[in-house]
């Protein structure tokens, strides 16, 4: 049962513009979404969290939205930089859950100049 | 500052052949460790976690097992490879707060291993 999807496995975008991922969910007790971001053979890094009872978080250049009613949240970074190229991964838990995370499959965003 | 290590980079081992993966955590004590791999196109699946010494649960059915020898050493073993084993390993580790819950897990840097 894959409870956190990332629908897109790839993502092109141009410099400066806003790129957009996009994940969904199912499980409804997800107490927190977090997005992590990473480079070919390294380890994911943590990028930015949002609770369960927000429904947006700013930091910089990354903003998430989270639409409960549609289980579903998503990552804006604008302007889009070259160094953003990564594949980003879209997590959630559930603060029973003895700190476990449930990732979703990754999209691969390319930032072209 | 909190590092973690992981040894090694990358492996390349046959059918049937013994693995050990170390990881190991500095600058923090009493922490939550995990493994994951990470099969190619697929996202991060997590294996085992440990919220102590000696304390490991496993989350996923397999030829894998793992250890927690010491507070901030975690190994990920296996008595004979197969060949789905291929994939990118990696070990994270969290804080463990009070309250039994951290969100934010720190991963190391990952093993590739090859199994053919």
């Known amino acids: 049962d894959q409870q956190v999807k990332q629908n897109s496995p790839s993502l092109s975008v141009q410099e400066g513009r806003i790129s957009i991922l996009n994940c969904d969910y199912t499980?409804?007790?997800?107490?927190?979404f977090l997005w992590y971001k990473k480079y070919p053979a390294e380890g994911p890094t943590f990028l930015i969290s949002i609770s369960s009872i927000k429904d947006k978080n700013e930091d910089g250049r990354f903003t998430v939205f989270l639409n409960k009613s549609a289980k579903h949240l998503s990552l804006h970074i604008v302007p889009s930089q070259p160094g953003d190229s990564a594949v980003y991964f879209c997590?959630?838990?559930?603060?029973?859950?003895?700190?476990?995370?449930?990732f979703g499959e990754g999209t691969q965003l390319t930032v072209n100049p | 500052s909190q590092t973690i290590h992981q040894w090694p980079a990358t492996l390349v081992q046959p059918v049937g052949s013994p693995l050990s993966l170390e990881c190991t955590v500095e600058?923090?004590?009493?922490?939550?460790l995990y493994w994951y791999r990470q099969a190619a196109g697929r996202g991060l699946q997590l294996l085992f976690y440990s919220v102590g010494i000696g304390q490991i649960s496993s989350e996923v059915p397999q030829n894998l097992s793992a250890s927690r020898p010491q507070d901030r050493q975690f190994i990920l073993s296996s008595k004979k490879l197969l060949l789905s084993d291929s994939g990118f390993y990696l070990c994270a580790w969290s804080v463990k707060l009070d309250s039994g819950f951290s969100y934010e897990q720190y991963f190391g840097p990952g093993t590739r291993l090859t199994v053919t």
């Open positions: 997590a959630a838990i559930r603060e029973t859950s003895g700190s476990r995370l449930t």
């Open positions: 499980n409804s007790m997800f107490d927190y």
């Open positions: 600058g923090t004590s009493n922490p939550n």
